[in-house]
Each structure stands twice: as C-alpha cells, then as structure tokens.
C-alpha cells in the first residue's frame, strides 16, 4: 500500500481561486515528519515545509497554508487566491524514524494549473 | 545560493549503452541521492550515499548503480540501459541531521531508444 497517497493527480483552476491539495499518509510511527515541495517546469523540486508528528498546529505562509491533521493521517495544503505562477507540480513526502539516511517516501504528486 | 547540478537536462541513448548521470553538490552535504520520477507515481529512490564510498539501495536499485569517490560528486551508472530507464532523474542532498529537507537538482530527462 502506497504510504503516502495524493489521490488529485491534475487539479486546474482559474487565477484568485483557492485551492487545497490533498494528502494522506501511512505510518505506525508516532515520530515521523511530512513535507511539501513544489516542482516548477523548470524541474527542480523546491521545499516549502516541514512539519513533525508533535506539532500539529497550522501553519501559514504568505498565500500558502497547511492543515495536518493526525486523526485522518491527513496533511493538506491550501493556496489562496492562486496565481499563474503557482503553476506546478506538488509533492507531499514522508520521512519515518527508521529512514537511513534521511530518506524521504513521496506521494505521487498533484498537477496544478492556474489559468489567467 | 546553494547548488545541486545535474550534468545534462536532457540525454538520448541506445537500448544497451552504458549511461552516467553526474551529480555535484556545493553544500559540504553528507547525504546524496538518486530518484526517477514517473507521472503518477511521484520519485521513487534508487541509490542513496551516506558518505565518500558508502552507498545504500533504495526502492528501485535493480539495473542501477552509483558512484561517490568525492562528498560532492555522486554518479549514477546505467550498466546497459533498457527502454524501461526511459525517465527523468532527479538528485538531491541533504545534511545528515535527521529529517532535514534535502535539496534536489533540475533533473535529467534521459530517452532510451
């Protein structure tokens, strides 16, 4: 079973409209830490957040914010009043105590096009 | 500004070549990794390297191989590459300290013909 599951795989809106990404996760861990990162066209994934399994306040950035939940293993990020430059690819992420070497398990990303 | 490069952004190969992607990381970074990334299936992880010398199988390891003589430089060896490989490769470093995020390269988007 996928452990981290990102069930939208295109979601297209159109510019000032918010949206919320989805992503739910697997673990028996009671430590573990989630991730956003955000793949332009250009290709290279940039990170926008982490969080850890403790803190599950939300958090806000600017336009962007998340809202973990551990009840429903869910980790979502909304980005309000969207742009065309939000055009991307999202990847939420898992990394779990008994990951050597830091490695992350990744969902299969969501596609997100901002039309003007 | 740190950096993650990738030798090529794109590269074309025969079924049967043997492929390197080269990866340098000017962070002093001791992790270093290799992912494919395929539609739907988000980056899987093939190979990850710990320090100079020392590597780790990822998810996918099968037909791969790496290389990391110096902490910057880690390489990704396709023995004989099968159309199958036909995929973007992305590589990433990160420090050691648990659960930091790891910094990733713009990718090669490699066709086996």
């Known amino acids: 079973a996928q452990k981290v599951t990102q069930a939208q795989t295109e979601i297209s809106v159109v510019e000032k409209e918010d949206v919320t990404l989805d992503c739910v996760y697997e673990?028996?861990?009671?430590?573990?830490?989630l991730f956003w990162y955000k793949q332009p066209p250009s290709g290279e994934l940039v990170f926008l957040i982490r969080r850890n399994s403790f803190d599950e306040q939300n958090e806000i950035s600017g336009r962007y914010s998340w809202n973990f939940q551990k009840s429903t293993s869910s980790f979502n990020f909304t980005i309000t009043a969207s742009q065309v430059v939000d055009s991307a690819v999202y990847f939420c992420?898992?990394?779990?105590?008994?990951?050597?070497?830091?490695?992350?398990?990744f969902g299969g990303g969501t596609r997100l096009m901002v039309k003007p | 500004d740190v950096k993650v490069t990738q030798s090529s952004r794109y590269l074309v190969k025969r079924t049967g070549e043997k492929v390197f992607l080269e990866c340098v990381q000017d962070m002093d970074h001791e992790n270093m990794f290799w992912y494919r990334q395929d539609p739907g299936l988000g980056l899987r992880l093939i190979y990850f390297s710990y320090d100079v010398k020392m590597k780790e199988k990822g998810d996918i390891p099968e037909g791969y191989s790496v290389s990391r003589e110096k902490k910057e430089r880690f390489s990704l060896i396709l023995e004989s590459a099968s159309t199958n490989q036909t995929s973007m490769y992305l590589c990433?470093?990160?420090?050691?300290?648990?659960?930091?995020?790891?910094?990733f390269g713009p990718g090669t988007r490699l066709t086996v013909l």
């Open positions: 990433a470093s990160s420090t050691l300290d648990l659960h930091n995020e790891q910094f």
């Open positions: 992420a898992l990394s779990e105590p008994d990951n050597a070497g830091n490695m992350l398990t």
């Open positions: 673990t028996r861990d009671t430590t573990y830490y």
